[in-house]
């Protein structure tokens, strides 16, 4: 009976130790917090990104010809209008010719043509011609005039072919490659000169669509190429994904100074929406986000988007929250826990 009573008595003055934890104590887990508006970054950003030429033509002929002249050489800056390939238009200027002199015979007969007509009209008047001898000169002078238009198309057809054999730069740019040479036969396809306009360029970077959503409203934007920052704005991201990379082209224009086309290196900007740094989140059925303290409890707030060690936007958090850090790990959703004094 002795053994008992003292039993009891050991029970109930027991404590637990002080090194024992909260939740074999009974009590709720410890935890620190922090104000969102305390946490929040603008973080910085990068994509890769690459100088675009908006004009850049690799000139072809549009008829056959043998290559007279080549007036530019690889490096030379044109200005729209300038020559720079010249084909030997003999053949072409011989239709022109034989075009020419059928028109003019042509025109000599339909004029006869006429001048018979005329008389037979008189003559039929007076009842000295046959009417169907009339009808017949008519018709031979609607066929010459067909003819005659005929003859002026094959004119100007081959009058255009001469033209053609001198081939000209559409826009100014510098000549960056001059596969046609002296002597060679051109024929309509055939690559002679790729004109590159290097003042009208854009940058185009590929982004993908979480982070081009807040690229309309980034600060600081620059390229980065070779060591120098060129500075840019957005111009358009075109509404469709790569079905490979999944990212979106973003078109940017440079507002000072411009690298040469085809110049490769990375778009940074900062984003201008507020994030929470990636540390802060945990992942709780199959959702990522954090813990607020919200009367005594852990609410667990899913952040659209967040991946882990990755900072995501905040906008939809009041700045005065307060978000759980130290302690997180083992929460769950609405349960008790304890802020360090």
Known sequence: MKRVCSLLLALTCWQPPTGLPAALAGEPPQVTTRPVSQLLIHPREEAPAETLALQDGLLTTQVTGSVLELPVRVGDNVQAGAPLVRLDPWAYRLAARRAAAELEALQAQ???????????????????????????????????????????????????????????????????????????????????????????????????????????????????????????????????????????????????????????????????????????????????????????????????????GHPAPADDLDPAEEIILDGREGLSHDAGVRTTP
Request: proline fraction near 7%; charged fraction near 25%; include cysteine.
């Open 110 to 308: 339909r004029d006869d043509a006429l001048r018979q007509t005329q008389r037979l009209e008189r003559l039929q008047r007076a009842n000295h011609a046959a009417e169907e001898t009339l009808e017949r000169k008519q018709a031979e002078v609607k066929t010459l005039e067909a003819r005659i238009h005929g003859a002026q198309a094959s004119l100007e057809e081959a009058r255009t072919q001469m033209e053609k054999c001198l081939i000209t730069a559409p826009f100014a740019g510098v000549v960056v490659q001059r596969p046609a040479r002296i002597g060679a036969t051109a024929t309509p396809g055939t690559p002679l000169i790729q004109l590159v306009d290097t003042d009208d360029l854009e940058l185009s970077a590929r982004i993908d669509a979480v982070r081009a959503d807040g690229l309309g409203k980034a600060a600081d934007m620059a390229f980065a190429h070779a060591g120098r920052r060129y500075p840019v704005t957005l111009r358009a991201v075109v509404p469709y994904a790569d079905p490979v990379s999944r990212t979106l082209d973003a078109r940017l224009r440079f507002t000072q100074e411009k690298p040469v086309p085809g110049s490769t290196g990375r778009l940074l900007w900062q984003d201008a929406r507020p994030h929470l740094p990636p540390w802060t989140f945990v992942t709780r059925s199959n959702e990522t986000g954090v813990f607020l303290l919200r009367q005594g409890k852990a609410f667990f707030h899913p952040i659209p988007g967040a991946m882990e």
